[in-house]
């Protein structure tokens, strides 16, 4: 069963992070994800980098994935994305 270790380190592997939490059960995880790649992208790019960085395992292990993408701009700021 994976872990929200192993999708924060899957992630991490994947995506420059500033910073990067993820919680979860086995099958649905959430993510807070920092990173300044996320800058000027709107959204929808920021999820798929994100899905990029997971590559095959968001189809084969990962069943369920939740994110906020944010910039480090964003995170110190306190704004939700």
Not at 49 to 76: C, N
Request: proline share 2%; net charge negative.
């Amino acid at each position: 069963m994976v872990t929200p270790d192993d999708v924060k380190r899957y992630i991490a592997a994947g995506l420059e992070c500033e910073a990067l939490e993820v919680t979860g059960d086995g099958q649905h995880f959430e993510a807070k994800i920092v990173s300044r790649l996320f800058e000027g992208k709107r959204l929808v790019q920021r999820h798929q980098l994100v899905y990029r960085a997971l590559g095959d395992r968001m189809r084969e292990e990962i069943h369920a994935l939740s994110m906020r993408t944010l910039t480090p701009e964003e995170a110190q700021a306190g704004s939700e994305g």
